[in-house]
């Protein structure tokens, strides 16, 4: 059944006016449309919910940060800089955090900021009794795993000396307790949480809810009091459309402003002149992989895991399943981060050498092993021709193919010889990457459904998580990369491209690296004539 918000006749009004607008002058080519409202077409699904508390999907994700700020917050190229604090400190120890917040910062609702909110916000997050939230970002501070288990009635590492000071106290240092900040979930909410919070929320945010139509639009308008400077447009609309080619009809009609391509549809956006003056295109921190599972069979041995690695053409892969649309990894740090070997070469496609590695091994004959894959498309056909691949190496995969959520099950309950995986960061930096994925400490449900335990990988990945020296968190990121790569518990596939269509009228917008990275405060709609 589909859900209304109610609104009131203001906002109503407002609205009537917004979708005249947005109905006015909306043609495809190179006429910018009459209307001032910025569309947005990323979303194929409905948002869970609008309270920061209950943020798990990206377009909850993405809507929160128009509605609200955390201490910290991404810029689109993956920067974390000041938001609601202008500013902290960091003990010698690396284990305390004093931020200070800015001043007259009020609600959408005329409310004052103050530190007891903040207090309150993250409490609220890791409260039991608020179901279905992640509050794993605020584990670090002391006491607050504790109070999010039920095992505890406070959280010791918390406290506001003054309305605008609040002193952090962590378990341990951890150098990117800033970026974890910028995350919806630790988003600050007002002192009043009304029970239809989800629906109406009210935040610090540069946008204000006037009506979601569920299912079909979010239309936010203009704070125009908002601390960093009102945005640029009147108003945004997310419009949440499930099929692609719907979403890319309604670009070449002009109603929408973005369009993020779909991967099948990208070379003839690359090959048509037309299509191809309105593309933009970033890194986005997005590994393609598949999970070697190092604690079953052959597989246990490291020469296996290469010779898989070089019985694959992953150059081709890229080149022609996804039209090129990605970077070959040669590590699971994506290039764009901090961290990254940018000069190590990816495994060579050599099938002479992976027979080799594998009669090394003991394996002349050739071994067999199942592969597991989500029944996504793009996902099918990379694990098809990985199975072509590796049947010319001896290796015979054969091909298991279940629903997303079953194939994951599977990989993490350490079932499947090998499944085919993305992982996205949640925050720009490469221990999104090291850690989840390769740690001793998430082996299964944590992440490493390679079941990787390397124990000089967890030293140098534990070291850099209490680095607070940047150059020597650099390097020591780039250490362990290097020895994951050597050990090969995952077929490093490539990084993928984010690709755009963006209006000719549309100014300023750039595509995100995170996904709450853009929040449209300085992208306009160029009128005719100012282009």
């Known amino acids: 059944m589909r859900r209304f918000t109610r609104v009131s006749p203001s906002a109503a009004l407002a609205t009537a006016f917004a979708v005249a607008a947005l109905l006015t002058g909306c043609k495809g080519g190179d006429s910018a449309p009459e209307r001032n409202t910025l569309v947005d077409s990323r979303d194929t699904y409905d948002p869970r919910s609008l309270d920061p508390a ?52 009020t609600f959408h609702d005329g409310t004052p900021l103050t530190a007891k909110n903040v207090l309150a916000s993250w409490q609220r997050v890791l409260d039991p009794k608020v179901r279905g939230g ?33 002193v952090v106290t962590l378990t341990e240092p951890l150098a990117i307790f800033p970026k974890l900040l910028a995350m919806p979930v630790a988003a600050i909410v007002p002192p009043t949480i009304p029970a239809n919070f989800g629906e109406r929320p009210i935040g610090t945010g540069p946008w204000k809810l006037v009506e979601w139509k569920h299912d079909d639009y979010l239309l936010f308008a203009r704070n125009d009091k908002y601390w960093g400077g009102p945005p640029k447009a009147d108003s945004l609309r997310a419009r949440i459309i499930a099929e692609p080619s719907t979403t ?5 009609g002009g109603t929408v402003d973005v369009l993020q391509i779909p991967a099948g549809d990208a070379s003839q956006w690359q090959e048509t002149d037309d299509k191809r003056a309105t593309l933009m295109q970033a890194p986005a921190l997005q590994l393609v992989y598949i999970a070697i599972n190092t604690t079953r069979g052959p597989l246990a041995d490291a020469r296996v895991r290469r010779a898989i690695n070089h019985a694959i053409d992953t150059k081709t892969i890229v080149n022609q399943l996804v039209s090129g649309r990605g970077r070959r990894a040669a590590g699971v740090i994506p290039p764009s981060l901090e961290g990254a070997d940018t000069t190590r070469q990816p495994y060579a496609f050599d099938v002479a050498k992976a027979k080799a590695l594998l009669a090394e091994a003991g394996h002349a004959n050739g071994i067999a092993i199942d592969l597991w894959t989500p029944t996504t498309p793009i996902f099918v056909r990379i694990a098809e021709s990985v199975q072509g691949y590796l049947k010319a190496a001896g290796i015979t995969a054969k091909i298991v193919q279940r629903e997303s959520a079953a194939a994951r099950e599977a990989a993490r309950k350490g079932q499947a010889d090998m499944v085919l995986k993305d992982w996205y960061a949640d925050y720009p930096d490469a221990e999104n990457f090291l850690y989840p994925l390769l740690h001793g400490a998430n082996r299964g449900v944590g992440g490493n459904v390679s079941f990787f335990q390397n124990p000089q990988f967890d030293q140098l990945v534990t070291a850099s998580r209490r680095e607070l020296d940047d150059a020597r968190r650099t390097a020591l990121y780039r250490q362990a990369d290097s020895l994951a790569f050597a050990e090969a518990p995952m077929v490093f596939l490539y990084f993928n491209t984010d690709l755009y269509a963006i ?22 709609i160029a009128k005719a004539g100012s282009q």
Do not use: M
């Open 134 to 166: 992640r509050g794993w970002p605020l584990y670090p501070i002391r006491g607050a795993k504790d109070f999010a288990e039920g095992k505890g009635t406070s959280i010791a590492g918390l406290s506001a000396p003054d309305d605008r000071t609040i």
């Open 503 to 524: 209006q000719p009228w549309i100014k300023n917008f750039q595509v995100p690296a995170i996904f709450n990275g853009q929040r449209w405060t300085t992208v306009t």
């Open 248 to 252: 890319v009809a309604e670009f070449e």
């Open 54 to 105: 209950l943020s798990t999907d990206v377009p909850t994700g993405r809507a929160v940060g128009y509605l609200f700020d955390g201490l910290t917050q991404f810029t689109p190229e993956a920067k974390v800089q000041p938001g609601l604090a202008e500013r902290w400190e960091v003990s010698p120890d690396g284990l305390t955090y004093t931020f200070h917040l800015r001043q007259g910062v």
